[in-house]
């Protein structure tokens, strides 16, 4: 089963690597904000995968969940950043 | 492997199957609409299930207080995540129509005046 979740991890790494594409070729900057975002959800995933092979998940769990709340309030600013009314 | 942790492989494989759907949505289509459309769902369920897959796992060695508080808190993320990522996308997708990005349809982006458009909503 370990090697399963090293198999998972290593997939979903992959599949960041695959969403930097847009982030780096992106032609205007929301679809780069987008790509990050996108990037951010599948760490959630990949920390509590780590969590899982280091036998430590209760550790890695506040991890994730502190990255996922980061990673929401960023998107939500740069929301309100990108707009040059600044209203939400 | 006992049923409890095929069950999670199960889960966690479908979970990332649906994370690649939206990758592969944030490659392809064309528009930067249809990119925050695809990542914003397909990302929020492919979490869903595969926090599940994991949550579940996490009850292989024995259903004690401490491992149901601890699948509990994965579940919070999920749940968390399945609330905010639809309004994170929200907010963006508002700012960059009110700034002025133009959906794309199939013959290119189609001019819409927002002023104009604003004036037809007051009347």
């Known amino acids: 089963m370990d090697n399963f979740i090293l198999t998972a991890s290593i997939i979903v ?17 929301v ?4 790509s990050v975002g996108a990037i951010g959800t599948k760490t959630v995933v990949l920390l509590l ?31 309100k950043y990108f707009m040059r009314k600044g209203v939400l | 492997m006992n ?11 479908v979970g990332i199957f649906f994370l690649f759907a939206g990758t592969v949505g ?12 695809s990542t914003g769902k397909a990302d929020t369920l492919g979490i869903t299930i595969s926090l599940t897959g994991i949550a579940l796992y996490n009850l292989n060695d024995g259903v004690t207080l401490v491992s149901v508080l601890v699948s509990l808190k994965i579940m919070t ?5 399945f609330i905010a990522n639809p309004t994170a996308t929200h907010a963006i997708a508002r700012s960059a129509y009110e700034s002025g990005i133009k959906p794309w349809t199939k013959e290119g ?7 104009e458009q604003r004036a037809k909503e007051q009347k």
């Open chain 1, 13 to 29: 790494s992959l599949i960041c690597i695959l969403s930097l594409y847009r982030a780096v070729v992106g032609p205007t900057d």
């Open chain 2, 26 to 37: 944030l490659i392809r289509l064309p528009d930067l609409y249809c990119r925050m459309h």
């Open chain 2, 77 to 81: 993320i999920a749940v968390f995540w």
């Open chain 1, 49 to 79: 995968l780590i969590g899982l092979i280091y036998k430590r998940l209760d550790m890695f769990i506040d991890i994730a969940l502190c990255y996922a709340i980061i990673n929401f309030i960023g998107t939500l600013i740069f929301a």
């Open chain 2, 3 to 13: 049923p409890i942790e095929i069950i999670s492989a199960i889960l966690i494989s």
């Open chain 2, 109 to 115: 982006t189609v001019e819409v005046d927002l002023d």
């Open chain 1, 31 to 34: 679809d780069r904000i987008i």
